[in-house]
């Protein structure tokens, strides 16, 4: 395991690690929202620099996690349509559908193709006209914004075989929706970096006005999210919430207006479903009635299936803070990295991968 004494920086976290001692005196649950900062967390031993009082719980942060499974059945059924390739990030090829994956539908000989991105997909069905592609949508704002530029670059270039399967998500409403939830507990919220980038931090403002907990949007590096935990410990030791932005060196309280605009072009919000939160209004993003004729929900007939959840897959529980991964019963037994049950097993940034490949628990 790499430790942050290994880093240039290795005063500055001490020093805010120590500062984090000296200020938290009360026990403090605080969830790391993005999948980017789990993976930051484990890999850099940030846990071991926290005192006992202050935990960090990871939540619904990762794209393909969150991914319900009617949705992946969606796609894994597209790959068993004739004449069809499907585009998709390699995260998703390992997710286990219902009664298959992708990975297993490619070893039976369908054409599925792992790309870097949407603009992949594009020039993919440039190349085979006498197919039709579709690419697999899959992200928060972060990706949204590209996926709607190739959806725009191939409408312009009349690319007609290509489409679009949109299971976009959309984080702020996931957040009122979390906090809402039965049985959770938590204490503050570590805001994800590169969301905040494209939406700035007044897309959290609503949320932050109707719950009053402490929120900090945070960068990557060590330092980055030691300062974030600090400001939310000074939060919670004084009672004082705010909605703080300890990223400017990336994130505006606008974001990205230009992303956002392409974006909004093309896609609109609706109701979506998220593993571990269920249906959540103006959650996701599904395709405005322009550019409607490259939703691959439209043009094809998809199974009305909603899925569930692998029997005793405690997927759920992890995204919303309820468990750890070691509280599942299939982690590391009959769930590990070589053969996933559930998305968060799956995905680089899956908590249940992550903790599997840093921690030094014992792996029951």
């Given at each position: ?15 805010i690690a120590e500062r984090i001692a000296g200020i938290s005196k009360s026990r403090m649950r605080i969830m790391e929202v993005c999948g980017t900062h789990t ?113 725009l670059s191939a409408s312009a270039e009349g690319v007609e075989n290509f489409s679009v399967l949109c299971m976009h998500k959309l984080v702020p409403p996931a ?190």
């Open positions: 395991m790499l430790h942050v004494s290994e880093y240039r920086d290795s005063r500055l976290c001490r020093s993976v930051s967390i484990f890999k850099n031993g940030i846990r071991s620099f926290l005192p006992e009082n202050v935990s960090l719980v990871s939540g619904p942060g990762c794209p393909v996690c969150v991914t319900a499974q009617g949705e992946i059945d969606a796609a894994v059924d597209l790959a068993g349509r004739k004449n069809t390739i499907v585009a998709t990030f390699g995260d998703m090829m390992r997710v286990p559908g219902s009664n298959s994956s992708l990975q297993q539908e490619k070893a039976a000989g369908k054409d599925i193709r792992m790309v870097y991105s949407a603009s992949d997909a594009v020039d993919i069905a440039k190349g085979n006209p006498g197919s039709n592609v579709v690419f697999l949508g899959v992200g928060f704002e972060t990706t949204a914004p590209t996926v709607a530029a190739a959806v957040l009122g929706a979390l906090m809402r939830s039965d049985g959770v507990d938590i204490d503050g919220l570590l805001l994800p970096g590169h969301v905040s980038v494209i939406i700035g931090t007044m897309a959290y403002e609503d949320f932050f006005s109707e719950h009053r907990i402490p929120c900090a949007v945070a960068g990557f590096e060590p330092a980055d999210i030691l300062q974030g935990v600090m400001r939310l410990a000074e939060m919670t030791e004084t009672n004082s919430p705010e909605l703080e932005n300890c990223y400017g060196r990336a994130v505006t309280r606008q974001g990205n207006p230009a992303a956002r605009k392409v974006m909004d072009t093309v896609f609109e919000p609706c109701d979506a479903q998220w593993r571990g939160l269920g249906l959540i209004e103006k959650s996701g993003l599904r395709f405005r009635r322009k550019y409607s004729n490259m939703d691959a929900a439209k043009r094809f007939t998809l199974p009305a299936s909603v899925g569930s959840m692998p029997d005793g897959c405690s997927c759920g529980d992890i995204l919303t803070g309820k468990k750890t991964p070691p509280e599942c019963r299939l982690y590391g037994r009959s769930c590990t990295p070589s053969d996933p049950v559930g998305p968060c097993m799956v995905s680089s940034e899956g908590a249940c991968a992550a903790y599997f490949k840093y921690s030094r628990r014992l792996r029951r």
